[in-house]
């Protein structure tokens, strides 16, 4: 989408007339400085476009920073908020939750703050399931545990159901921490609200492992995912390079975006073969794969490869497409499937070989963040709740250009990063790697 075309603009509840209460419980500084609207980002920084108006005389797209504002529109003595997390387990979730009830409570003075059990299913009245009340003692240590304290869940629900579950709890501000289709339900759950006059603002923090959110330069959790990826690589390479033939398959995740498979490949520099699903390559022929495995193998003795576990999914074209609870297409296992590609080539050549396959996967979901995605947790919880208790609504928190913003979640809608395959971030991992084209044409 061009940049020209952008529509930055943030929807608020009403007029914030309420002086802030944070820079009264901020101790130790010299001085507080609040964020006004004025202050922007600007989404392009290149030169040639962020130095200039454009045609019609308006400067170029920005977005809102991200921080606290001098006047807020909640009164935290009455206001009740609420946390929801949807879709799959990540490192930082616990973390998101912690700095949200902590930053509500003591800075804002905050005193009734709920978790929706289990995702959006939580609001549904027929799963019966109770809200958790989170408070500092609630969630001061959670950042040391993987997973979620409050559950999560896939798939859609009636989105009147949940608003009239909000209505009846009397609830100001939801916070929903989830990938796309999570930010998708948001941003109509926005709509409804506003459509029925009601007062309840609805800030996304987005949360996918695979960093492919649209318009975002950084995710929750893949700091984490590309860390022990890299440990997955090492084992990898140490097997591989103990046997004769060895080689070590490691499958990653990044279902549509292949940003943790290159990063973990060039953060490990042990990988020959790096597959993504924005990178098309073939398994036969004299430029494609196996082939290339084996000259590699004959060359060195050993190899290491890394794939997405979105990439190659057009060697299943001919199966049958089954969907998960949030409509997703489910992937076949391309590790599984090259293993054995891999094994019937070199058994039909009569070469031996030793392959280890590594699936690290839902052992790194459920991992507690590390100290990186800690911190950048801390940041986005803590903006989340100073642009709800602003009254703003129908936004996320989101990184661009080194800073926290707001963007408005209509800009995500149905769209998704990918690895750009002439951009640095493949360039340099084929440089890593030394993998020429795998395409026969």
């Known amino acids: 989408m061009p940049t020209e075309t952008l529509n930055t603009n943030i929807t608020t509840l009403g007029d914030a007339r309420i002086p802030s209460p944070v820079h009264k419980r901020v101790h130790g500084t010299n001085g507080f400085a609040f964020v006004s609207e004025a202050d922007r980002v600007l989404i392009d920084?290149?030169?040639?476009?962020?130095?200039?108006?454009?045609?019609?005389?308006?400067?170029?797209?920005?977005?809102?920073?991200?921080?606290?504002?001098?006047?807020?529109?909640?009164?935290?003595?009455?206001?009740?908020?609420?946390?929801?997390?949807?879709?799959?387990?990540?490192?930082?979730?616990?973390?998101?939750?912690?700095?949200?009830?902590?930053?509500?409570?003591?800075?804002?003075g905050v005193r009734n703050i709920s978790g929706v059990r289990y995702g959006l299913r939580g609001f549904i009245p027929r799963y019966g399931y109770d809200m958790m009340d989170l408070t500092p003692s609630e969630v001061v240590n959670i950042h040391e545990r993987g997973g979620v304290v409050i559950g999560s869940s896939r798939g859609p629900q009636d989105v009147e159901e949940i608003v009239d579950t909000l209505e009846r709890m009397n609830i100001g501000i939801l916070f929903m921490i989830g990938g796309g289709g999570t930010l998708q339900a948001a941003t109509h759950l926005a709509d409804a609200i506003l459509q029925r006059g009601l007062r309840t603002s609805i800030v996304g923090v987005p949360?996918?492992?695979?960093?492919?959110?649209?318009?975002?330069?950084?995710?929750?959790?893949?700091?984490?995912?590309?860390?022990?990826?890299?440990?997955?690589?090492?084992?990898?390479?140490?097997?591989?390079?103990?046997?004769?033939?060895?080689?070590?398959?490691?499958?990653?995740?990044?279902?549509?975006?292949?940003?943790?498979?290159?990063?973990?490949?060039?953060?490990?520099?042990?990988?020959?073969?790096?597959?993504?699903?924005?990178?098309?390559?073939?398994?036969?022929?004299?430029?494609?794969?196996?082939?290339?495995?084996?000259?590699?193998?004959?060359?060195?003795?050993?190899?290491?490869?890394?794939?997405?576990?979105?990439?190659?999914?057009?060697?299943?074209?001919?199966?049958?497409?089954?969907?998960?609870?949030?409509?997703?297409?489910?992937?076949?296992?391309?590790?599984?499937?090259?293993?054995?590609?891999?094994?019937?080539?070199?058994?039909?050549?009569?070469?031996?070989?030793?392959?280890?396959?590594?699936?690290?996967?839902?052992?790194?979901?459920s991992l507690p963040a590390n100290a990186n995605d800690r911190v950048f947790c801390n940041f986005l919880g803590r903006n989340a709740v100073h642009a709800g208790m602003a009254g703003k609504t129908d936004l996320l928190i989101g990184n661009c250009n080194n800073h926290f913003v707001h963007v408005p979640m209509k800009l995500l809608a149905g769209k998704r990063k990918h690895v750009d395959p002439k951009g640095m971030l493949w360039r340099s991992a084929l440089e890593a790697t030394g993998q020429p084209s795998l395409k026969n044409d």
């Open 45 to 108: 920084v290149t030169v040639n476009r962020a130095c200039k108006p454009l045609a019609d005389g308006t400067l170029p797209p920005s977005y809102e920073l991200a921080g606290p504002r001098e006047r807020i529109y909640f009164d935290p003595s009455k206001l009740k908020c609420a946390l929801v997390t949807c879709g799959g387990l990540c490192p930082g979730l616990n973390d998101i939750i912690r700095s949200i009830v902590l930053e509500l409570h003591y800075g804002y």
């Open 207 to 365: 949360k996918t492992i695979d960093n492919d959110i649209y318009m975002v330069s950084r995710s929750f959790g893949f700091d984490t995912a590309v860390e022990v990826s890299t440990r997955a690589i090492v084992s990898a390479s140490n097997e591989a390079e103990g046997y004769p033939n060895g080689i070590g398959l490691i499958k990653l995740m990044g279902r549509h975006s292949g940003f943790i498979a290159a990063t973990a490949t060039l953060a490990q520099q042990d990988v020959n073969f790096v597959l993504i699903p924005e990178v098309d390559f073939d398994l036969d022929g004299p430029q494609g794969l196996l082939h290339t495995l084996e000259v590699r193998l004959a060359d060195r003795g050993h190899a290491v490869i890394v794939v997405a576990e979105g990439a190659g999914q057009k060697f299943f074209a001919g199966q049958a497409k089954e969907l998960d609870l949030s409509g997703n297409v489910k992937l076949k296992d391309i590790g599984l499937f090259l293993k054995q590609e891999i094994i019937a080539y070199f058994t039909e050549r009569n070469i031996q070989i030793s392959i280890k396959y590594i699936d690290p996967s839902y052992m790194i979901r």
